[in-house]
């Protein structure tokens, strides 16, 4: 009859509307759990960054082809890196102000130098640029 029709359709319904909100769930677990790795693979970038500096010329080379490697996973994920460019202001979103410096012919709160570049992915910061800023 037609009540038991009525009442089949809004039991499809519901049950469409928590299989919506379950597949949105899990799709936002799925892009946090995404960019957590991501995050990790940078923090690795920056560590091969770091000693590659301190190497022989040998090692810095084949630490450099690693690091390339790296950056290519990270492109092929949708990933860039960024840099701030001095004189720009900081912007909380995206840079993290790791050092401060006074004078360097800037105002106050401008960025003189980038410690570590920043990662974002599409309009989301996968890690905010390090930066020294000018001191209030």
Do not use: F, N
Request: hydrophobic content about 40%.
């Amino acid at each position: 009859t037609a009540e038991r029709v009525r009442l089949g359709l809004e039991d499809l319904m519901r049950g469409r509307a928590a299989l919506a909100e379950e597949l949105e769930v899990a799709t936002r677990d799925r892009r946090r759990d995404h960019e957590r790795v991501l995050r990790e693979i940078v923090e690795v970038a920056d560590g091969i960054e770091r000693l590659r500096w301190s190497a022989q010329p040998e090692t810095s080379e084949m630490l450099g082809s690693i690091l390339q490697q790296i950056q290519e996973v990270l492109a092929g994920q949708g990933v860039s890196t960024y840099r701030p460019g001095v004189g720009d202001v900081v912007d909380g979103r995206t840079c993290e102000v790791m050092a401060t410096t006074s004078g360097a012919g800037l105002r106050a709160g401008a960025v003189t130098r980038v410690l570590r570049a920043g990662y974002e992915m599409g309009d989301r910061i996968i890690r905010r640029a390090g930066v020294e800023v000018v001191k209030e």
